[in-house]
């Protein structure tokens, strides 16, 4: 019963906190994506690659951005959210 709730209250909490996905139109030509939008578009970017399928208007990463700044804020949370783990997980046979 545990689990069934920490499972519950997991997509609630990641169901609010996709409001801002890429490509749902909160960025516009005078206001585009940053760094920090960058760092969390890329920590949410398996989340949005499901909800593209759906859903033509989502997209895992903003076309309106700042640029190069985005760009580095995409790549490190890609690298340090999902490449990072790797290097934390034992290893079979290690003792």
């Known amino acids: 019963m545990k689990n069934a ?4 209250i997991s997509v609630a909490i990641l ?9 749902d139109g909160s960025s516009t030509i005078d206001d585009p994506s940053g760094l920090f939008s960058g760092i969390w578009h890329g ?19 903003e076309p309106i951005n700042t640029g190069w700044w985005y760009d580095f804020g995409y790549y490190i949370a ?9 290097l934390f997980r034992k290893k079979k046979g290690d003792d």
């Open 43 to 61: 920590w949410i970017a398996p989340v949005t690659l499901i909800w593209g399928i759906f859903d033509n208007a989502i997209r895992i990463y």
């Open 5 to 8: 709730k920490l499972i519950i």
């Open 15 to 23: 169901f609010l906190l996709s409001g801002c996905v890429p490509g």
């Open 78 to 86: 890609i690298i340090g959210g999902f490449g990072g783990l790797s």
